[in-house]
């Protein structure tokens, strides 16, 4: 894992933003339907437009996201997840689920060390 080739530290540097696991999740929410990028969007609090378009990019590059453009005006995209990208739903609710059960332990350590003060 420390080695930059590794596989699982290659992966982790994609997917492991808050906003690309985001993004899975309403994707794979919306399946099999697609979503557009304004309710995407509007279902990711927080995200700027910039970083979502971003994020979409590099799961497109990846092959975790597919981008459908309506030839409209104005044009309508539409984003839905791969199959690729389907398999990242279990791990990433996996994941979730840890998360959820653990962050009061996490949080409660990090209040300890702050109280403490930095380390000697």
Known sequence: M???????????DRIGTKWTSMAVKVL??????EVRFAELRRR??????????TTLRGMIRDGLAARRVEPTVPPRVH????ELG???EIPLAAL????????????????ISDSQGPPA
């Open 86 to 88: 389907s398999s990242l």
């Open 2 to 12: 420390f080695d930059p080739q590794c596989p699982t530290r290659q992966l982790l």
């Open 44 to 53: 990711m609090p927080g995200v700027s437009q910039k970083m979502l378009s």
């Open 96 to 111: 979730r689920a840890w998360a959820e059960e653990h962050m009061a332990q996490i949080d409660n350590a990090n209040a």
């Open 28 to 33: 794979a929410e919306a399946a099999p339907h």
């Open 79 to 82: 984003y839905r997840l791969t």
